[in-house]
């Protein structure tokens, strides 16, 4: 696997170091990014506030993102990544806990491009990272990167 920039959006450590661990052991260098609220994913990927020293033209080849996020949720996250021309062709995966159909109906109306419940039992879940990064960042032809 190739490095990607890669974009996590989510609030709990525990989750985000997990995350990190799963693709280390999956394998491929890539550069993941984390934030811990909403409003914070808006700023790096719009490179504005904090994040404004940032090349916006940098944005993640993927972009995982919870839906309980402090701030602004993830809905609104989504909403906003696919409002904004700069960013509405990113690939978003929703990588969270919740298996509601309400929320996996709610987040594809929003334009994710996947849902995914986060598996429980770390080997499944590094498995599941795996298969996330071999799919999204390898075989996937996304926009501009065809």
């Not at 959006?9 to 491929?28: K, Q, S």
């Not at 109906?105 to 986060?118: E, F, P, V």
């Amino acid at each position: 696997m190739s490095a990607h920039h890669i974009l996590l959006v989510e609030d709990n450590p525990d989750d985000v170091e997990l995350t990190r661990l799963a693709f280390a052991e999956a394998g491929g260098a890539h550069r993941l990014h984390a934030v811990g609220d909403g409003a914070e994913a808006l700023d790096y990927l719009l490179a504005r506030g904090r994040h404004a020293d940032r090349d916006g033209a940098d944005l993640p080849a993927l972009v995982l993102l919870d839906l309980n996020l402090p701030r602004l949720d993830g809905r609104e996250v989504l909403q906003a990544i696919r409002a904004d021309p700069a960013t509405r062709a990113l690939q978003v995966v929703v990588l969270t806990t919740s298996a509601e159909p309400r929320d996996v109906d709610q987040a594809y109306a929003l334009g994710a491009n996947s849902y995914i419940q986060k598996p429980v039992e770390f080997e499944r879940f590094v498995e599941a990272v795996r298969q996330i990064g071999r799919y999204w960042l390898e075989l996937n032809l996304a926009p501009g990167r065809g």
